[in-house]
């Protein structure tokens, strides 16, 4: 977990590309595709989200994630280790990462926290504003490179947008409460389970794979 890491290159990144002294980056962050963020903080500071200010914003912010990492800090939250080790030695399992974030800044978390060899993949949110919009394009993605094999796709996260757009594809969700949600907030998008944390590798896996 990367504590304010995006929100500290974004507002940077206005600084330095479109001098705004101080940018408002007051938005929502938890849950939302980096396209959508870019372009409401840009028409928030007075700036045209055109194709072009928003390339600039995303290459700067791209460019500005890996020292605010450095800087911030974070942390990988307890369990999940063990539960990727476990996972990855799944015969008929196929692990990815379906994320808001950039491909290019979800990478830079990943690598930080030492989790990308878990990960074959990265479908980000540099296309699509609507995190459901998202889900159905990772869907095609998922369609495309395994094929007939796919038996059952399972969308884990911590915001309720990530188990509305599981639900919108027709996967199981698992609701994880270690983000800013509590259970009971998770709860109300109906997940197919709900979880504390990862702590208990063998609970988390049953109920993975129940």
Same mark, same amino acid.
């Given at each position: 977990?990367?504590?304010? =890491?995006?929100?500290?290159?974004?507002?940077?990144?206005?600084?330095?590309?479109?001098?705004?002294? *101080?940018?408002?980056?007051?938005?929502? #962050? /938890?849950?939302?595709?980096?396209?959508? &963020?870019?372009?409401?903080?840009?028409?928030?500071?007075?700036?045209?989200? /055109?194709?072009?200010? +928003? @390339?600039? &914003?995303?290459?700067?912010?791209?460019? $500005? =994630?890996?020292?605010?990492?450095?800087?911030?800090?974070?942390? =990988?939250?307890?369990?999940?280790?063990?539960?990727?080790? *476990?996972?990855?030695?799944?015969?008929?399992?196929?692990?990815?990462?379906?994320?808001?974030? #950039?491909?290019?800044?979800?990478?830079?978390?990943?690598?930080?926290? %030492? $989790?990308?060899?878990?990960? /074959?993949?990265?479908?980000?949110?540099? #296309?699509? +504003?609507?995190?459901? %919009?998202?889900?159905? !394009?990772?869907?095609?993605?998922? !369609?495309?490179?395994?094929? *007939?094999?796919?038996?059952?796709?399972?969308?884990?996260?911590?915001?309720?947008? %990530?188990?509305? +757009?599981?639900?919108?594809? @027709?996967?199981?969700?698992?609701?994880?409460?270690?983000?800013?949600?509590?259970?009971?907030?998770?709860?109300?998008?109906?997940?197919?389970?709900?979880?504390? %944390? #990862? /702590?208990?590798?063998?609970?988390? $896996?049953?109920? &993975?794979?129940?």
């Amino acid at each position: 977990m990367a504590h304010g =890491v995006g929100k500290a290159a974004l507002a940077t990144a206005l600084q330095d590309e479109f001098a705004i002294t *101080q940018p408002d980056t007051e938005v929502l #962050f /938890s849950g939302r595709t980096d396209r959508s &963020l870019t372009i409401e903080l840009l028409e928030r500071n007075s700036i045209d989200p /055109s194709a072009e200010h +928003c @390339g600039r &914003l995303r290459d700067r912010y791209v460019s $500005l =994630v890996g020292g605010e990492l450095s800087r911030q800090g974070g942390i =990988v939250l307890p369990g999940v280790r063990p539960l990727l080790t *476990q996972m990855a030695r799944q015969n008929d399992t196929a692990l990815a990462v379906m994320t808001g974030n #950039f491909p290019e800044t979800a990478t830079q978390k990943l690598v930080h926290f %030492d $989790l990308r060899q878990w990960f /074959s993949w990265i479908s980000g949110g540099d #296309f699509h +504003c609507d995190r459901n %919009d998202l889900a159905r !394009r990772t869907l095609e993605i998922i !369609r495309r490179r395994y094929g *007939q094999r796919v038996t059952e796709t399972v969308v884990i996260g911590d915001t309720p947008a %990530d188990i509305a +757009c599981g639900n919108a594809i @027709g996967a199981k969700t698992v609701a994880v409460a270690t983000g800013e949600y509590s259970l009971d907030a998770l709860r109300d998008e109906s997940p197919s389970i709900a979880l504390k %944390d #990862f /702590s208990q590798t063998d609970e988390v $896996l049953a109920a &993975l794979y129940s």
